[in-house]
């Protein structure tokens, strides 16, 4: 098995193991969608989606969802983003109070209202990160770390000042997608970047941008030097990508989700939400279904069936009809549903 990947030792005490990361993705990072991943296995650490410490300072009950978690989830890591150092250290506490073995601080998200509040906005204000930084060290005793893009555009890259900045702030480790605010996820990620940075800093680096495959994986490992890899996007659309690394670093081979895994994934994900009484359920079951069934038999029937459902109990009535459905034709085509034959008198 390759040594990198066997765990990221973030300090002492604090390991994970497998060297494998879920990125933050908002609307898709929730407990159930990261209890799906950590069910699969192969993942070593599970992340929130992006919290803001501007509404969990308000005591918004929306924003605290975002902080639910299963103890099963362990360990896992709350990212916050915002750009007040004071409501940011608060945010943190309330992470380390609620049990999350790492907090995290969001410079990475391009999308316009994060950026007026954080986000990949402050890669322009080092000085005001500096004091987030030193004010989230002295909040919180669990591991800080961070997450952040190359710069703002390709005129303002530079991560050796600011990963140093942040090393000497008490970050532990620092999760690099080296793409620039203003690509947002058009081009390629400069891996090159994330390499720099592993010659730079004393602190573990995770590697992110374009791992779709363990063969992806791989690769950013011998050309990084990365101690770890994080998944975002891929893992969005392909569940088993966690579990495909592991089988790929531990016999050099893996399988890809079956028809029926897919069936199963979708109707599993679907009953979780609908139990959960997670308010946006019924716009999550949609997204989710726009991302799964492209490659299931007859999955344009189902989405538009799904996209037309009004209720997460409507949805789940018309996902268990096309997989009865789909049962039922599968038998017909292999001839083991056939009527047997008239007798006559």
């Known amino acids: 098995m390759l040594e990198q990947y066997k765990e990221l030792r973030i300090r002492a005490g604090y390991v994970i193991r497998p060297a494998a990361v879920l990125a933050p993705m908002a609307g898709v990072t929730d407990t159930v969608f990261r209890r799906l991943i950590r069910g699969f296995g192969g993942c070593g650490l599970l992340m929130t989606e992006f919290t803001s410490a501007d509404g969990l300072a308000k005591a918004s009950q929306r924003t605290r969802r975002y902080l639910h978690f299963q103890p ?33 601080l969001n410079l990475g998200c391009p999308a316009k ?152 994934l979708i109707r599993n994900f679907c009953r979780r939400l609908a139990a959960s009484d997670d308010p946006e359920a019924l716009g999550k079951m949609k997204q989710f279904a726009s991302r799964f069934t492209h490659t299931v038999r007859g999955g344009a029937q189902l989405r538009k069936a799904i996209y037309q459902s009004r209720r997460p109990e409507e949805v789940l009535e018309q996902v268990e009809a096309f997989f009865a459905g789909e049962a039922h034709a599968d038998s017909v085509r292999s001839g083991t549903d056939q009527q047997p034959a008239a007798v006559a008198n």
């Open 113 to 264: 209202k994060v950026v007026k509040c954080g986000g990949s906005g402050l890669l322009r204000d080092l000085p005001q990160l500096e004091k987030i930084l030193c004010r989230l060290r002295a909040a919180v005793k669990i591991p800080l770390t961070l997450k952040f893009r190359s710069g703002w555009d390709d005129d303002s890259i530079d991560v050796r000042a600011l990963c140093c900045l942040a090393e000497d702030c008490g970050v532990e480790a620092i999760a690099l997608h080296p793409r620039t605010r203003v690509q947002g996820y058009s081009g390629q990620a400069d891996w090159r970047l994330i390499a720099e940075l592993k010659q730079t800093v004393r602190i573990p680096v995770i590697g992110n941008g374009d791992v779709n495959s363990p063969e992806d994986a791989e690769r950013m490992f011998a050309e990084t030097g990365c101690d770890a890899v994080m998944i975002g996007r891929a893992a969005a659309s392909n569940p088993w990508i966690f579990r495909q690394l592991a089988d790929y670093f531990a016999t050099g081979a893996y399988t890809q989700p079956s028809e029926e895994d897919r069936h199963q």
């Open 72 to 104: 099963d989830e362990r360990p896992i890591a709350a990212q916050l983003f915002g750009a007040n150092p004071d409501t940011l250290a608060q945010a943190a506490a309330l992470c380390e109070e609620l049990g999350f073995d790492q907090v995290d």
